[in-house]
């Protein structure tokens, strides 16, 4: 589909007909509308367009015709086109509140963010009890990079479903884009309570004590999430950079060779090893892992030939370390020349 997944479309029922003060018509354009709205419930989108045409040839000021014309292109991802039928639609009728919503979201197919929020907004004032408008709005207002009103749809959210922990890691998700890691945690705390089996908040939770370089809570949150993580390998990556990150270069080692006993033709994983025992001075080992990631084609070969030219020189080899820095060089990888000019004259 065209829109993204959280986007929630709606569209009229038959009895909504009832509940608008719309002019009365025929019998016959009646049921042309209700079997147009048959098709738009089984899909057949353009189907429904034809039908629904046939209503316009009759009465070209049915709004009801326009707003559910504008919902099938909408549907069939042609949202300017859905937003020309929108517009006359609130211009005939301008109680069709669920056209502004559909509204909203051909403006925010197209960009026009100002436009959605406007279009949203009104729509919620109709309706401020409606969840997923909320979240619409929320999703909205990042995508404009306004991550303080994300964060306030969220609430208004909650304040209705306070139980929603899909809407409470959104909101942890926002603080922590914002740096407010405490109220990121204190969300992801609420949905543990609530969920104390979703052993992704442990995951998560590490995420936002990583990126805060809190690494002694990060490691405690992925270490739950290993425990839990029911063969997932993502709590065990993380907490292997998470001791790295805080030169526990012996656990990270022991966390990148428990991945190697899943992955073992990840050349990643070889690499973080050999970077850690680079670390601890145990420059063999190091050159081991660099050749195993190597020939598992590790794609920063410069970056590589650099560290691997660096484990040589700690060794007295030379030759091999020249020839490593010679070679990364070559490859556009310029720090190794600071190596190459100070041990290669």
């Not at 709205?37 to 009465?59: E, F, G, R, W």
């Not at 991550?147 to 899909?166: C, G, H, M, R, W």
């Amino acid at each position: 589909m065209y829109f993204n997944f959280r986007m929630r479309i709606k569209t009229l029922l038959v009895i909504s007909l009832l509940l608008f003060h719309l002019p009365l018509f025929s019998q016959l354009k009646e049921q042309i509308l209700n079997n147009a709205l048959v098709q738009i419930d089984t899909k057949d989108y353009n189907s429904a367009i034809v039908t629904l045409n046939q209503c316009l040839d009759k009465d070209n000021k049915y709004a009801l015709a326009y707003f559910h014309r504008g919902y099938c292109y909408l549907m069939l991802n042609k949202p300017n086109v859905a937003l020309v039928d929108f517009n006359q639609a609130i211009l005939l009728n301008d109680l069709l509140i669920e056209t502004y919503f559909n509204r909203g979201l051909a403006h925010q197919a197209l960009k026009n963010f100002t436009f959605a929020e406007g279009d949203f907004n009104t729509y919620l004032k109709a309706n401020p009890n409606d969840l997923k408008a909320y979240l619409n709005l929320a999703f909205l207002h990042e995508a404009m990079n306004d991550l303080e009103s994300a964060i306030q749809d969220y609430t208004n959210y909650l304040k209705i479903s306070p139980q929603s922990v899909e809407v409470l890691k959104y909101r942890a998700l926002a603080y922590a884009q914002i740096d407010s890691v405490n109220k990121a945690i204190e969300d992801y705390n609420k949905c543990y309570v609530i969920n104390n089996l979703d052993s992704t908040i442990w995951l998560l939770k590490g995420n936002v004590f990583y990126d805060a370089m809190r690494f002694k809570e990060a490691i405690e949150s992925y270490s739950i999430a290993v425990l839990n993580s029911r063969g997932s390998r993502e709590p065990l990556i993380n907490r292997a950079d998470a001791y790295a990150a805080s030169s526990q270069f012996e656990n990270a080692i022991l966390d990148y060779q428990q991945l190697l006993r899943y992955e073992k033709y990840n050349p990643d994983f070889y690499f973080n090893s050999a970077f850690c025992y680079l670390q601890l001075n145990q420059p063999n080992d190091a050159i081991a892992n660099f050749a195993k990631a190597i020939d598992n084609d590790y794609e920063n070969l410069g970056q590589l030939l650099t560290l691997r030219g660096v484990a040589y020189n700690n060794l007295q080899m030379k030759t091999e370390a020249c020839n490593d820095w010679q070679k990364a060089y070559a490859l556009g990888y310029k720090e190794a020349a600071t190596y190459q000019n100070n041990y290669c004259k």
